[in-house]
């Protein structure tokens, strides 16, 4: 959003001055030149999932070449056809989506609930500091020796093989970071406009839905995004406590293309990569101008 | 370092301005954090905790499966503490981390200046190709990059073989712990990329045009009003993604843990991360991975602490 | 195929007459629903159904589940699953080489009661010595692949080769052939046989009757510093510094083995049997398998038998009804159908007559499981593995290192791992 601020204001403050045309058009041959540049950048940066997809649209036998196939050509739906008429990819996709929902909600709720405390209210966690610091330590933390002490609890608890004992594991470990992107934005809203909307007859939850709220949109869309991609992606603790085949989650699911008893079906694995970024790429492009808004947030103000 | 925690709280326990005068409910703010605590507490605190006392014990597999573990007092403590190996991996913990995360810093501050300076449809572009990078799973991730390496079919050995470096043809990368640490930290640098580049392109995206030009008209020119102007605006955001960065960047361990299984000398690449998982789930030793984990999370402290403490006081700088 | 299916048919038949038999003669016993982890593409999914439907019905009121594990990561899952109460598997399918680790920590039951009738000595040994702890017998073997060495059976005729009766002629036989390369193909090479296929690199070692450690006095010892382990390596680095191609593969390429030698790039490469598959239909008229000749024409030699074990998690709280249900997987039914449709030799090697004759011979993967050797059967060998030691000790020596020095720093590596409680 800001970035078109940035280009309009661009355009206003351009004069008509003879000088200034020169040396516009001298900028117009500039931002060529960084244009040029970040034609190359973008190459470079996504080349690897062109890769990627180049060989989900092979076969195995075209990816086992001396000489590397550069286009998919001709263009082989071999193992997708295989992949979506696999029971255990659209299980693992629901199981998948579940989960990342639940946490997704949780996370963005329970996050905002303690924004709300922290930059509202006058208490003991004011101000973010305290906030940076446990989502740093929540990241400093060796999640490698934590996962049999999870594991134990969840055991416990009769938690393992269930989407809320996952999820719980999921949420803890997220929502230090919501808080932390919430609490910036509901920092930046001047408390001043709720109490203008109070004073024109709104209660105060009223004045939090109907002025506040919108204005949080760019930060719960960051919150969220964060959410997911953790949910989504995570592999270790859904090892260990979704065991059940009909529990699996994505991640879980594409190691089945990797077999001691088989060959390693690098197209498989490729195209069953593919689709479990769909979705995720699919939701960064609905949100995409809301994510840039919410990082400015969090990141500027945190 | 007391001092600094103290003036840390100082911050978090400023003075409320005026206009926060009126009273609300002194027991809402707790309950609105409470959801917050107990899903750290659940999730990660109780199984810490757990840790920690384990990290006491002779707890190995066979405690695992139900025998009663051994009060050993700091005994896998002394045992971590003066294993030349824990140093070793450590240390390269440190020396990896700090190139992934200073290439990647460099390199992510460099596209984000680049975004401010491209067209629109230039800027969608990057932007688009940094989310769908962002996007992908690490797993997935390193997927793409072993075939790119690979050695006979993968794409990289291809090129380089054609552009005149004959040797390179066949070239095994994934055995040598070079090659490995290499493909490690290209991973690495190009997975963390797009959040770098989003988080201070937003942060330059916020200073603010009119202070710029005010610095042009006094005849700055682009580098000093950079230097003078952008930067000391920008560095709060640099300042936390570059931590991030460096506490993700110590304990890497999917990038790695996966590159080892390829078939490479694990004693020869072992980093924090998979050198704890390979003492716990790996070998069963449970106790003296917790009382590892504990020891690198005080070191993790106490090698970033200073970078935390500088970040706490710009606060305090920059809210006074 | 069509023979196949007449033997299902059969099977079904008796399956179902035993059926009868035993829902008349059932009692009133405690029901359960029992889970059972077999590794992703050892069982047949037909086999699978023959077991849930043939336990169903023996017990009525209960069922089983076969709930198939990847392989990717198992053993983290199995050190955390099994330790649950509430959330272990009754069976499981462990692979013979960590059998000995998760029989010493408790985590299976004991089962030494059900040797005869599980199979008595027509159990593959190697195995039952693996699922062994103290006299003890915790682990049945399931079923065992073997490894086989296939070569281009033109290419060695028109560069005038006989077949490898020893070790050193196979080693001279690569470099003959490549030499030759009757065929004229670009980059030809004489063998595939890359380090990280540890296990049938080690046939090597256990042909010269040497092995990575034996037990001294109750104490790991290396065993890579003997003579026998020092031919053993000689020979291997002979084969890959002269004839070999990428020898220092990684792992998920090493899977392929198939694809260099369709492609004509070898003569020779070794794999499990199931490799024959693979194998394209062009090649396959062409193409011989043998054994790993012994050192000695004449002689005998001793190649790896990888495979799975399967054992009753001692967490499981169905201990009677698991008993029954190992009693169905041991059984001739099943164990024909591991053979069948798998091509494995059946841990039960009273079946291995079912093994399908392909391009690899079901006779010669009886003999080359007779023969078979097996790494240390210690509690910590899954950690040597874990740890990549052996992958360690070849790339060195691939790599053209001194064998002594290889041998010393990888022997001491393997001692300490052994030698840790």
Redesign the interface.
């Given at each position: 959003m800001?970035?078109e601020t940035?280009?309009s204001?661009a355009v206003t403050?351009a004069a008509p001055a003879q000088a200034k045309v020169r040396k516009r058009s001298r900028g117009a041959q500039?931002?060529w030149i960084?244009?040029g540049?970040?034609?190359l950048?973008?190459l470079v940066?996504?080349f690897?999932?062109y890769?990627?997809m180049n060989?989900a649209f092979s076969t195995?036998k075209e990816?086992?070449?001396?000489?590397?196939r550069l286009f998919p050509a001709p263009l082989s739906v071999e193992s997708f056809a295989g992949i979506l008429a696999d029971r255990a990819f659209w299980s693992a996709l629901t199981m998948s989506a579940g989960v990342t929902l639940i946490v997704v909600f949780?996370?963005v709720?329970?996050?905002f609930?303690?924004a709300?405390?922290?930059s509202r209210?006058?208490?003991?966690?004011?101000?973010?500091?305290?906030i940076?610091?446990?989502v740093?330590?929540?990241?400093?933390?060796?999640?490698?020796?934590?996962?049999?002490?999870?594991?134990?609890?969840l055991?416990g608890w009769?938690l393992?093989?269930t989407v809320a004992g996952l999820s719980?594991?999921?949420?803890?470990?997220i929502?230090?970071f919501t808080?932390w992107l919430l609490r910036g934005f509901i920092h930046g809203i001047p408390?001043?406009l709720e109490e203008a909307a109070m004073i024109d007859g709104c209660s105060r939850t009223a004045a939090f839905f109907h002025v506040t709220l919108p204005l949080l949109g760019p930060g719960i869309v960051t919150a969220s995004v964060f959410s997911f991609?953790h949910a989504?992606?995570e592999?270790?603790l859904a090892?260990?406590v979704m065991?059940?085949?009909g529990n699996a989650t994505l991640?879980?699911w594409?190691?089945?293309f990797?077999?001691?008893?088989?060959?390693?079906d690098?197209a498989g694995?490729?195209a069953g990569?593919t689709l479990?970024?769909v979705p995720?790429?699919i939701?960064?492009?609905i949100v995409?101008g809301r994510?840039?808004?919410g990082?400015?947030a969090?990141?500027?103000k945190? | 370092m007391g001092t600094t925690l103290a003036d840390a709280d100082l911050v978090l326990n400023a003075p409320p301005r005026p206009r926060r005068r009126r009273r609300r409910g002194a027991l809402a703010p707790y309950l609105l954090v409470a959801p917050l605590i107990a899903a750290v507490m659940v999730a990660l605190g109780w199984p810490l905790i757990q840790q920690f006392l384990m990290s006491f014990q002779k707890f190995g597999m066979a405690q695992q499966f139900g025998a009663e573990p051994e009060w050993i007092g700091l005994g896998n403590y002394i045992e971590i503490l003066g294993n030349p190996t824990m140093w070793l991996v450590f240390a390269r913990s440190v020396v990896f981390c700090a190139v992934c995360a200073s290439l990647s810093m460099l390199l992510g501050g460099l596209l984000a200046i680049l975004l401010t300076k491209l067209s629109n449809w230039a800027r969608i572009m990057l932007q688009v190709s940094l989310l769908l990078v962002w996007a992908t799973p690490v797993l997935v991730t390193m997927v793409i990059w072993q075939w790119l390496f690979d050695a006979r079919y993968g794409l990289i050995n291809w090129v380089l073989s054609h552009i005149g470096l004959t040797g390179m043809a066949g070239f095994p990368w994934t055995s040598t712990p070079m090659g490995v640490f290499t493909i490690a930290g290209i991973t690495v640098i190009w997975g963390s990329l797009p959040l770098i580049v989003f988080m201070i392109y937003s942060a330059l995206t916020q200073v603010s045009r009119e202070v710029l030009e005010a610095a042009e008209l006094d005849g700055a020119g682009p580098l000093m009003r950079f230097w003078e102007v952008t930067l000391p605006l920008i560095t709060p955001a640099i300042m936390i993604v570059g931590l991030l960065q460096i506490v993700w960047d110590l304990r890497v361990f999917t990038q790695l843990y996966v590159l080892q299984q390829a078939g490479v000398s694990v004693d020869e690449t072992n980093l924090l991360g998979t050198y704890i998982f390979r003492l716990g789930i790996g070998q069963g030793q449970y106790g003296s991975a917790s009382a590892l984990a504990t020891v690198v999370l005080l070191l993790t402290l106490l090698l970033t602490w200073p970078y935390i403490a500088r970040m706490f006081a710009q606060q305090k700088g920059s809210s006074a | 195929m069509a023979r196949r299916n007449v033997f299902a048919a059969g099977a079904a038949l008796v399956a179902a007459l035993s059926v009868s038999g035993f829902v008349t003669g059932a009692h009133a016993q405690e029901t359960a629903d029992l889970r059972v982890w077999f590794m992703q593409d050892s069982v047949s999914d037909k086999a699978a159904a023959w077991l849930s439907s043939e336990f169903a019905a023996e017990n009525p009121g209960s069922t089983l589940t076969v709930e198939v594990q990847p392989w990717t990561d198992i053993v983290s899952r199995l050190l955390t699953s099994l330790a649950s109460k509430s959330e272990t598997p009754d069976i499981v399918e462990i692979g013979n080489t960590k059998s000995t680790t998760f029989a010493s920590v408790g985590a299976l039951a004991d089962l030494t009661d059900m040797y005869d009738q599980l199979g008595g000595d027509s159990l593959i040994p190697s195995f039952v010595t693996a699922g062994t702890v103290d006299g003890k017998i915790y682990a049945y073997p399931l079923y065992a692949g073997t490894s086989v060495v296939f070569y281009r059976k033109d290419l060695f005729e028109k560069a005038g080769i006989k077949v490898p009766a020893t070790l050193d002629e196979l080693v001279a036989a690569a470099a003959t052939v490549e030499a030759a390369n009757p065929d004229g193909t670009e980059g030809f090479k004489g063998i595939y046989f890359p380090v990280v296929d540890t296990h049938g690199l080690e046939s090597w070692l256990f042909s010269h009757d040497a092995n990575y450690a034996r037990q001294v006095d109750g104490k790991w010892v290396s065993g890579l510093t003997e003579p026998g382990a020092h031919a053993a390596l000689e020979q291997l680095q002979k084969l890959w510094t002269n004839s070999s191609l990428g020898a220092l593969d990684a792992r998920e390429t090493a899977t392929h083995p198939w694809v260099p030698y369709n492609n004509g790039e070898v003569a020779i490469f070794s794999f499990r049997a199931f490799a024959q598959q693979n194998i394209s239909d062009e090649l396959k008229a062409v193409t011989g398998t043998m054994a790993l000749p012994p050192v000695e024409a004449g002689g005998q030699s001793h190649q790896f038998l990888g495979g799975s074990n399967v054992a009753i998690a001692a967490n499981s709280s169905h201990q009677e009804l698991a008993k029954k249900a190992l009693t169905l997987i041991m059984s001739k039914e099943f164990m024909t159908q591991l053979a069948q449709d798998g091509g494995w030799v059946p841990g039960n090697t009273t079946f291995a007559d079912a093994i399908p004759d392909g391009l690899v011979p079901a006779q010669l993967q009886q003999q080359i499981a007779q023969t078979s050797g097996l790494t240390p059967a210690a509690k910590n060998w899954a950690i040597v593995e874990g740890n990549n030691l052996p992958i360690d000790l070849y790339t060195g020596v691939a790599k053209g290192e001194n064998i002594d020095d290889v041998t010393a720093r990888i022997g001491a590596g393997i001692e300490k791992v052994l030698n840790t409680d």
């Open positions: 800001s970035s940035y280009a204001t403050t500039q931002q960084w244009n540049v970040a034609v950048a973008t940066m996504i690897p999932i890769w990627m060989a195995n990816l086992f070449s001396r000489t590397p949780v996370a709720i329970f996050g609930l303690a709300v405390a922290v209210f006058r208490f003991r966690f004011r101000g973010g500091g305290l940076i610091l446990l740093l330590i929540v990241q400093m933390i060796p999640a490698e020796a934590l996962f049999i002490s999870q594991f134990r609890m055991d009769g393992l093989n719980i594991l999921y949420v803890g470990m929502v230090p808080v408390a001043e991609l989504w992606n592999y270790t090892l260990i065991t059940r085949p991640p879980l594409l190691q089945s990797s077999s001691e008893l088989s060959a390693t690098w694995i490729m990569a479990i970024s995720v790429v939701l960064f492009l995409q994510l840039a808004g990082m400015m969090g990141a500027v945190g | - | -």
